[in-house]
């Protein structure tokens, strides 16, 4: 059994930090890609940040400079450290993350969501 399990969201007021992290869980051969994506009421999902087994990474136009992905290959983890808060940012992030089993492939797989509340 597989599962991607997140922590780290909570209530922070604007200009604070966060940190989130995300864990690939199981018997995991090799993690690919890995992201994070938020989902705020009433819009659409959309991507804040991602990062390939190779270091690429790809950032949102609207979180660069305060946002940064970064990922502990060892641990399978990848972390979302979130500076410089905004109300905007307020939304469920789901961690994403494509790897597979020596049996079986998990592209576009997605963990349960952590909320993060910028308010004052």
């Known amino acids: 059994q597989v599962q991607l399990v997140e922590s780290g969201g909570g209530l922070v007021q604007p200009g604070g930090s966060l940190r989130l992290s995300c864990t690939v869980i199981g018997s995991i051969f090799k993690v690919y890609s890995m992201g994070w994506y938020r989902q705020a009421p009433g819009k659409q999902r959309e991507l804040v940040a991602t990062t390939t087994s190779e270091g690429s990474t790809n950032y949102a136009d609207s979180v660069k400079g305060r946002f940064t992905i970064s990922r502990d290959h060892a641990k399978n983890t990848v972390y979302l450290q979130m500076n410089n808060l905004r109300p905007e940012d307020t939304a469920v992030y789901y961690c994403?993350?494509?790897?597979?089993?020596?049996?079986?492939?998990?592209?576009?797989?997605w963990g349960q969501g952590t909320q993060v509340t910028v308010s004052s």
């Open positions: 994403n993350a494509d790897f597979s089993t020596r049996t079986v492939d998990y592209p576009n797989y």
